[in-house]
């Protein structure tokens, strides 16, 4: 029989609005800079973007708003990946790119050459926990910490039963089953943001790097967070990285994660202790985060595996029109377009980012 922890429940209790930020304000409650909003619908009609499949349940959402906000305007959004999506902007194929991999090395100066030699800007739109789901036929309760993630991943462990998953879950019956790894076949920021929490947090136990790449060498590759969830709700003994609206989506089992401040599973109060671990590292409108400090979080409650998903944006458009558009895109995103995330599956921009993100799109030329 299989042991249950009530752990979809979770979901339920997310769409209340139980979760809290920091300063005990309710997550789903409308934050104060998403009331009374100004955005300037100019530019052209229709605006183009691609990139972050993470991000793709959001993206939804805030081109609703952005439509309503400003009639007669239409957001096309293609959840391609975060590689390809920064490809696409760098060629001009589209007037932005969603990524959760900030721009790095020669990104910046092909960004900058689109951009009609003015400087691309990562900016912030919204956060989203990564989950480890899995599909094991004799329990949904289940523990992991980074050292047995990263031996799991890297082809280490492959039975359910092995002695470094059973320390971590007593109560649970685990079979003599292969495990099967699922992992990203695209370039992805979610497997980036996952393969920087192993390395950060494991202990020396992952040693296949970083990057939008997944390096670990072993399992079974699902193209996009939807094809890894798709693949985990139907492979016996299966085991993926998923950014969590995913897992909300096909009701799919969570882990909870066992870091230096305890175990800590998504759906607990942990959204606002995971964010203070959260800086801005970026210099002046290219707000790159830093989310080191999470990733080895010895913070009680706060949960170690997150990525920030951003919108990759020119500065100052080479035309007008498309500037004026993106702008009024992501003043919508930005604070009306924060409402209602939670339900779906992320963490809204805290007002002290909020505030930066805003004063940043407000200078889209």
């Known amino acids: 029989m299989k042991q249950h922890n009530g752990s979809r429940a979770l979901i339920g209790l997310l769409a209340a609005g139980s979760l809290l930020l920091a300063g005990c304000t309710g997550l789903d409650t409308p934050p104060k800079y998403a009331k009374n909003v100004k955005i300037d619908c100019g530019g052209k009609q229709d605006v183009t973007g691609s990139g972050s499949t993470a991000q793709a349940n959001a993206m939804s959402h805030f081109i609703t708003g952005y439509e309503e906000s400003c009639s007669g305007k239409r957001l096309t959004y293609t959840p391609n990946g975060s590689g390809a999506g920064i490809k696409d902007f760098v ?3 589209t007037d932005f790119g969603g990524s959760d991999s900030p721009l790095a090395g020669d990104e910046y100066t092909n960004a900058k050459q689109r951009c009609g030699g003015n400087d691309a800007w990562n900016l912030p739109a919204v956060f989203g926990p990564i989950g480890i789901t899995f599909n094991v036929k004799s329990t949904d309760v289940l523990t992991f910490d980074a050292p047995t993630l990263a031996k799991i991943f890297s082809g280490a462990v492959t039975k359910w039963n092995d002695p470094a998953i059973t320390a971590l879950n007593a109560n649970s019956s685990l079979p003599d089953e292969d495990i099967h790894v699922i992992y990203r076949s695209d370039a992805s920021g979610t497997s980036d943001n996952f393969q920087q929490y192993l390395q950060a947090a494991s202990g020396g136990a992952w040693t296949k790097g970083t990057g939008k790449v997944f390096n670990g060498g072993v399992g079974t590759s699902a193209e996009g967070n939807e094809g890894t969830s798709e693949a ?4 016996e003994g299966a085991i993926t990285y998923n950014e969590w609206s995913y897992a909300m989506k096909q009701h799919l089992d969570v882990a909870g994660i066992q870091t230096a401040g305890g175990v800590v599973g998504i759906g607990n109060d942990w959204s606002g202790k995971t964010i ?14 830093d989310l080191s400090k999470v990733y080895a979080t010895t913070t009680p409650g706060a949960y170690p595996i997150l990525l920030a998903s951003y919108e990759i944006v020119c500065s100052k458009y080479p035309d007008a029109d498309v500037g004026k558009a993106v702008k009024a895109f992501m003043q919508s995103t930005v604070t009306d377009g924060q409402q209602g995330l939670p339900p779906l599956g992320y963490i809204p921009l805290p007002s002290d980012f909020q505030t930066r993100v805003a004063a940043a799109v407000n200078s889209i030329g």
């Open 232 to 235: 985990v709700k139907k492979t």
């Open 276 to 289: 203070s671990d959260v800086t801005i590292k970026g210099q002046g409108n290219d707000l790159v985060l």
């Open 91 to 93: 060629a001009a194929k």
